[in-house]
């Protein structure tokens, strides 16, 4: 008891540890032995797995994540996994993005306007870094 806090009582710990179960049945909660291998915020160049890498080259609408579970990509995100092996920094990122949105192969819309600035582009790939790592798909 003294890890979890002083003064806690063994009705306390059993109560806390009757809550987690709770949680964790609950699916609010993980439990694992080993640490996470993945990372929440994008580096100066960002990556992502072999796998995720080739799940999106095959236009995969959903990629396996680093929690092992199917997550649901847009034709934005797919451009970038397929990129992300680490060589390649934001602007690079942007430059390949640029080029598939040239070629047709999909518009990147904000705000239900179809972006072609390129300042604004650069804005909608860091917000989706962002969901990415939120997705558990970057990696260190």
């Known amino acids: 008891c003294a890890r979890l806090g002083k003064g806690m009582t063994n ?13 964790l049945a609950q699916g609010y909660v993980e439990v694992s032995r080993a640490a ?16 995720v890498r080739r799940q999106a080259q095959l236009g995969r609408e959903g990629v396996i994540n680093q929690r092992h579970i199917s997550v649901a990509v847009d034709p934005l995100e797919r451009a970038l996994l397929r990129s992300m092996d680490g060589k390649h920094d934001r602007a690079e990122l942007a430059d390949l993005v640029a080029a598939a949105v040239a070629e047709g192969e999909f518009e990147v ?32």
């Open 109 to 140: 819309q904000f705000n239900n306007i179809t972006v072609t600035d390129r300042a604004v582009l650069a804005q909608v790939i860091e917000a989706k870094l962002e969901r990415l790592g939120r997705m558990a798909l970057l990696v260190a």
């Open 11 to 23: 009705d306390d710990v059993l109560s806390l540890g009757g809550s987690l179960l709770e949680l």
């Open 36 to 51: 996470p291998r993945f990372v929440l915020k994008a580096g100066r160049r960002p990556r992502t797995t072999v796998l």
